[in-house]
């Protein structure tokens, strides 16, 4: 005669996977909400971008400047991060009120904006088509 009959294996073995179930649903690794989905966000990338003291930069990558139009304060630094596996620069047009000179790829540089409130457009001299605005108020 068994202790076990095999009724009593089943339900044992639904018992568990239940706790399991339960156990599994309640648990919260960080990367939902409690109710099983992740949180959704609704706030879009912006295209232009203000000063922030310490938070002032441009991050060119697939041959583009992230953002394009940057809105900064008169004499502010900014900071230039080359994502590229080529190099750049940022270089304002006309009277080249700013200037990185050549940014390696994966380098870093920092310029100062000029002190004349304005609109300041800059390309990559080695790309072109590479284009920027710097917006000093």
Do not use: W
């Not at 009593?8 to 409690?34: E, I, Q, W």
């Not at 441009?58 to 630094?77: H, K, W, Y």
């Amino acid at each position: 005669m068994s202790l076990t009959s095999p009724r009593r294996g089943r339900t044992a073995l639904v018992g568990v996977a239940c706790l399991l179930l339960a156990t599994a649903s309640c648990s919260n690794s960080g990367n939902d909400n409690g109710y099983g989905t992740a949180p959704t966000s609704t706030s879009a990338a912006p295209t232009t971008s203000s000063a922030v003291p310490g938070a002032v930069r441009i991050v060119i990558e697939n041959f583009t400047f992230s953002p394009a139009d940057l809105q900064v304060r008169p004499g502010a630094q900014v900071t230039v991060v080359n994502r590229d596996s080529a190099s750049h620069t940022v270089t304002a047009t006309g009277d080249k009120a700013f200037d990185t000179g050549t940014i390696r790829a994966g380098a870093t540089a920092t310029f100062t904006a000029p002190s004349t409130p304005g609109s300041y457009s800059y390309l990559c001299t080695i790309h072109p088509n590479m284009k920027g605005t710097l917006t000093v108020t």
